[in-house]
């Protein structure tokens, strides 16, 4: 026990008692700001340089709203922009009887996707910066970063990734809401520190004195990193969390927002292909009865047979569910045959079938994962 | 807005006070703007570009004594344009101390350098520290009020519209200028729910009660913003807005404008070599 204590000791003895004031205060800082950087805390080259990497942000979310730019999605943003920042407003309650604000950008990306939401806590930031003096004009590109970008994409990956395909009502989206917030504004506030950190570093006067925000990143970092996790993070979290479950409760196609205007061109696209695909199939189908016609089976094999066997099974096949289709009908019907001609066209139709399957998980895969990558 | 965080208010109280704090606050920016003062008579253009010369020139600065300079520059300019000052003075700075005080404090005491005072329980504040949280108090409070005497000299359509000399694209000008409108709405709403809530209760809510009524009041204004949303789009429709916003440009360059303009530009550069 004493040992425990002197070591305790001896640890809170090596930091500097004005750190952990310094901590403490910080903490208490956090409480307050959610996280807008005001003009002042870095230099303008910094501003600058984070303005250059949000810009392709911007410019995808611009592209976003032109692509599906019919004159609904403009009200849509505005409103989706307010709401943003009238939810940074509310006080939430926390349990301990303090209050604290959410930043909204978890909720937005949940509804509407990244992109989109992007633009969304963009415009609840400049109203902020330029209207109510909240957040800098020069920070901005900084501030955009942390929770206009970073935030949504993090936490829409991670919303996605638990709740993907689950049904509407499913408790697992409201966990994956909550996970979402938690670490989308742990991971803001970490680049949010990660840009405090590098002032003191690059920005000093030549007798040392920092410039700007005065705090090296071994202290920056995890100031932010922990007073978020604990505290702000815990409300995006909350927020996000009952208001999806809100949602499943009073108005469940707001959560199937996002897949309506996104997946559905890429639904049309499947759709056409699956077409396609079909169309591939009574092809390959047909072939084989043309090779057969001139051939020698026409006395053992009915025509209808045929036709009614290629039209059950193939298209049907090719459009879902192939793989468990074609195993065992090759493995039934092959046998039965007794001809090696048909046998080799069967096994023909087999092994198109087996590469129609790879083709179809390949583009899957790579449909995934453009998606994916789009949503990360 | 954090100062309301003392007492036993409720939560619901509370919000209350800071939606009512923001509406007063656009109805009073919206006031001032229409003042006949200086600023409030250039063209809004000019005064966006210059704001940002401005805050630039704050931002480069390695001299304190520029940055302090600055900030009375700003304060003359509230001055000539009617501002109420002890109003401008405390707007900026009875907020700053909430997130920047507590910031630049700790710096005073734990960065490295020529000791200045002795403090009792140990505390030493250093030469470099000081400067450096002057620095930082400085250089937040003279952008903070860049800003805010822009927008109180400014009506928000006026910046809005001279938005587009930064090279924002249209579309997203007239959805800041949406959201702006609908911001109020989306308040008022808020606001009349968490009343009408309140005007019901005869006791404190206890924990899960308020974060249930948070729950409800967010999905509801969610709820509400979509469905308004649609109904703005078809408004949209019927009076025939075909997918690109146009704007009237009414803005013109005057004498007195290409002056300050060139006044801005030669203080910002001396200020900048100055601060150099």
Redesign the interface.
Known sequence: MSQIKSALNSLTRGT????M??YG??A??L???AMHI????L??VT?IIMFIIVLPFWVMG?RK??EK????N??????????S???M?????I?GG??AHAVGGA?AAI?MGPEIAT?AVL??L??Q?????DG???ALGANCFNMAVVLPYVSYAIYQAISKNQPLISKRRIFGAALGGWIGLTVAAFFAGFEFGIQPMLFH?A?????????PLSVSIPAMVFAHALVASPIEA??TA??V???QR??QS?LE?VKKPEISPELSGFVRWRALWIGLAVLIVLVPIGLLAPGTAWGEWGTEQLSSRGLAFIPQGMAKLSGLWSAPLSGYDLPALRNSNLGYILSGIVGTIVIGIVAWLFTMLVTIRKSETKET | MSSKRTGRSSFVERTLVDINATLEQSLFAEQTARLPGLLQELDPRLKILSALLVLLAVGVSRNLLVILVLYFLVLALALFSRVPLAFFVKRVWLFIPFFTGVVALPALFITPGPVLVHLPLGLIITKTGLTTALFLLLRVGTSVSVAVLLILTTPWNSVLKSMGVLRLPPVIILILGMTYRYIHLLLHLTNDMFLSRKSRLLRRMRGPEERRLIAATSGTLLNKSLQVSSEVHLAMQSRGFRNYPRTMDTFKMRTIDWLSGAVVIITVATAIWLGK
């Not at chain 1, 005001?38 to 805390?41: E, H, K, L, S, V």
């Not at chain 1, 730019?69 to 609904?72: H, L, R, S």
């Not at chain 1, 910066?129 to 003096?133: D, K, Q, S």
């Open positions: 500097p008692r004005s750190l004031l310094y205060i910080f208490i800082w409480l307050t700001s005001p003009d002042g805390y230099s303008p501003s611009v709203l032109r730019m019919t004159a609904k403009v009200p849509l943003i505005a409103l989706i922009a307010a709401f920042f009238v939810i407003m509310f006080n939430v309650p349990p303090t209050t909720l509804i633009m415009i609840a400049v109203i910066a330029f209207f109510f003096g800098g004009i020069l006067t007798n040392g004195t920092p410039l700007y925000a005065p705090y909350l927020i009952l208001v479950a809100y949602l009073t108005n707001a927002f």
